[in-house]
């Protein structure tokens, strides 16, 4: 808890927790970094909770993993090339729903 936390809780649709480390998601997600960037009122930046009600699950995990995997390719030298990220096509489109939506 607490603006130091190594990890945030991203909350799906059906209540499904997703544990993802804060810096992956607030260097990927510039919606995220907003939230939890966001006055010191703000519930979700103190105890790094997200409640996510507008994603399912499957979509959110994909997400999670997406999140560790554009922050890795971040941190790739000059010339090195990244493997690409796989989604399967009946979740492509739910999940570019997600990631427009979280700005990532």
Known sequence: MGPNAE?????????KEF???KAD?????K????????????????????????ITSPTLKIVCDFLAYRAQVNKLEEGEDARDFPIRPEDA???????????C
């Open 31 to 54: 919606t995220i970094r907003r939230i939890l960037d966001g006055p010191s009122q703000c519930k979700e930046g103190e105890i790094n909770q997200i409640e996510l009600s507008n």
């Open 25 to 29: 998601a607030v260097e990927v997600s």
């Open 7 to 15: 990890y945030i809780k991203l909350i799906a649709a059906d209540e």
């Open 93 to 103: 489109v739910d999940v570019l729903k997600a990631a427009n939506f979280l700005d």
């Open 19 to 21: 544990f993802v480390k």
